[in-house]
């Protein structure tokens, strides 16, 4: 049986990387290759949250254009694509204290991966849904 009182804040990573909107596209690429990681908070010179951005939004980006970026250099291709571009805008998020259930719950009505974990105005965390698979996993 699974303690229901587990809060996000107990299980979130608390050491996370983040992008900047105005960050290239072949910086964050490379930072997903390299980090082993899928998902980025993007945010602002004061640390708020204002995206979130997926290795998966990096690879349609790419695939998608890919015609328009053949025999380019890395910086032709971060002076048409950046973290702004990609990311999605307002994203959910949730405080230390949301239940894993609510986390659950959002994961799956937004048919998303991940959420930052904001407190106050500042991206404390991340969680995503291999976090929450893997705590349940060894309950």
């Known amino acids: 049986m699974t303690d229901t009182s587990t809060a ?7 050491h996370v990387l983040f992008a900047k909107p105005d960050q290239g596209f072949t ?8 980090m082993s990681i899928h998902h980025l908070p993007v945010v602002d010179d004061n640390k708020q ?25 890395a910086s032709d ?8 571009d990609l990311m999605t805008s307002q994203p959910v998020y949730v405080s230390p204290a949301t239940s894993l259930h609510k986390a659950a719950e959002l994961f ?3 048919n998303i991966q991940c959420l930052p974990v904001v407190e106050g ?19």
């Not at 910086?27 to 390299?34: D, G, I, P």
């Not at 291709?77 to 702004?84: G, N, R, S, T």
């Open 8 to 14: 996000v804040g107990d299980i979130m990573s608390r």
């Open 77 to 84: 291709i971060d002076e048409q694509l950046a973290v702004a």
């Open 49 to 73: 949250l204002v995206g979130v951005i997926s290795a998966n939004d990096v690879m349609k980006a790419y695939s998608r254009r890919l015609d328009k970026l053949e025999n380019k250099t």
């Open 108 to 110: 799956t009505k937004h």
């Open 27 to 34: 910086q964050v690429a490379r930072l997903f290759s390299e």
């Open 121 to 139: 105005k500042t991206v404390k965390g991340i969680i995503t849904s291999r976090d929450l698979v893997r705590f349940f996993a060894t309950q």
